[in-house]
């Protein structure tokens, strides 16, 4: 029994004076982070990371300790020197693992810079906006974007669950994108509905944690607590990605060519893992917005944007439009669909970040809700959803430089061209023709939600009443 004491002793006293001594014991943060990291993890298994961290941010500043080998930033500084510098910023932690599809390894999933930039370039030219903008995938977009116009209306003056039909929307898109002439019809077909569903309606945060955590446990696990399977879009992907010929500008095409040097399954896991990411992104990104926009508050933004939608020329770019830039800019900056941290690590020999020296292999990331909100001196009044903050002409440079929806650097996302293209085009199809308020029966909040990759709204409605202009 002695002996167990003055082990315990020991044990204590070694975690103590390791904590007091750490490089990051310097660092701000609540005193207990220098000696564990159960608090932080504490956060993540009840799902409240996102918000905690954000409030040790509002107490300590933009540099905070996490936890003996954690720290989070939200400087400008700190996002080029984790994300951008060397091109690619830092290796990614152990944590990406958990997203390889088909248990193979990705673009989104490979860890170390190198070797995602070589899978990069495979993807460069097809997610270039020169090859979105074509006829073909442009006509494709417009015409799920007028479906999902189409449903809405069919409504009348009842109730249109959006979150649904925009999570469709994103999921036809999408998969046009990758395997044209196919890809899904799910706001027209209930099969194919039944695969949206299945990719949206989900809550796997925490099995993902404890794979991640216990990965020796994880093999043992009961079926209950391992992550999420998505069975029918697994096979519909492995389906899709066998055809023998797929159009020029499609994603399938490109990945399939000799000097891609992928295999069918790789190419596969790819296009899987573009289709997860781009349902949930682009899905979640326009049902907040369209959120926002609806409250009876914001409505003068909306009256606004429907003049500037309705008076352009009938062939007018969608580069043209200032005030729907100004406003998915400023939906994504109150909502980034990816809105946790971006865990990375301190290469070897550490590095200076925000004026701190931090050891080699320290987690380090910064999360785009809270880079979005701190500083307020960028962004006044940070919690209010106003548009018109990205038309000031002062501060302009600064507030663009810590817009971090789509991460930055050369692992940034990959599909952001085509996610801002098909909200420019789907909120063209609705503002320019209709009014959109809350409706009545809307019970769900609209809360962010710390998920994987989502920013959903708790209980997966968003209940809107689409009304023509007169």
């Known amino acids: 029994m002695l002996s167990l004491w003055a082990g315990a002793v020991l044990t204590f006293g070694f975690i103590v004076i390791r904590g007091l001594l750490s490089p990051l014991s310097k660092l701000p943060g609540p005193w207990y982070t220098r000696f564990t990291s159960l608090w932080i993890k504490y956060q993540e298994f009840t799902a409240n990371r996102r918000e905690s961290i954000h409030a040790l941010h509002k107490i300590y500043g933009p540099v905070v300790r996490l936890g003996p080998n954690e720290v989070s930033f939200t400087s400008l500084d700190a996002i080029k020197e984790i994300y951008a510098s060397g091109g690619s910023g830092y290796d990614k932690t152990e944590y990406y693992d958990l997203f390889r599809q088909f248990k193979i390894k990705t673009m989104f999933s490979t860890l170390q810079k190198d070797e995602h930039s070589k899978r990069k370039r495979i993807f460069a030219e097809r997610y270039a906006m020169s090859n979105i903008m074509k006829e073909k995938p442009m006509a494709a977009i417009h015409e799920r974007a007028t479906t999902f116009v189409s449903k809405c209306v069919e409504a009348g003056q009842m109730s249109v669950d959006v979150y649904s039909l925009l999570h469709c929307y994103a999921l036809d898109c999408v998969t046009h994108f990758m395997f044209s002439p196919g890809g899904l019809r799910s706001l027209n077909d209930p099969q194919d509905y039944e695969i949206m569903h299945e990719l949206t309606y989900h809550q796997s945060l925490q099995k993902n944690l404890l794979e991640y955590y216990l990965p020796t446990l994880a093999p043992y696990f009961p079926t209950l607590l391992h992550p999420r399977s998505a069975p029918k879009a697994n096979k519909y992907v492995q389906e899709s990605a066998a055809i023998q010929t797929h159009d020029p500008h499609s994603l399938m095409e490109k990945l399939k060519r000799k000097e891609s040097n992928l295999h069918l399954m790789q190419a ?182 710390d998920q994987i990759i989502s920013s959903r709204p708790k209980g997966q409605s968003c209940k809107l009443v689409f009304t023509a202009v007169e």
């Open 268 to 449: 596969a896991a790819e296009c899987k893992d573009h289709m997860a990411a781009g349902i949930d992104t682009t899905g979640d990104g326009l049902c907040f917005l369209m959120w926002e926009l609806s409250q009876p508050h914001n409505l003068q933004f909306q009256q606004r944007l429907y003049q500037e939608l309705a008076s352009a020329p009938a062939d007018a770019s969608l580069d043209s439009y200032v005030y729907l830039d100004a406003v998915i800019k400023e939906g994504l900056r109150c909502a980034p669909p990816i809105p946790m941290s971006l865990p990375r690590y301190v290469p070897a020999g550490g590095r200076v970040i925000d004026s701190f020296f931090v050891p080699g292999h320290t987690i380090v990331s910064c999360q785009p809700y809270s880079v979005h909100r701190v500083d307020e001196t960028v962004f006044p009044e940070p919690e209010k959803f106003w548009p018109d903050r990205w038309l000031v002409e002062r501060g302009a440079a600064e507030r663009n430089r810590l817009f971090f929806a789509f991460a930055t650097g050369g692992r940034g996302c990959t599909g952001k061209n085509l996610a801002l293209v098909e909200m420019k085009v789907l909120l063209r199809e609705v503002y320019s023709r209709y009014r959109t308020t809350i409706a009545g029966d809307m019970t769900a909040s609209m809360k962010l939600d």
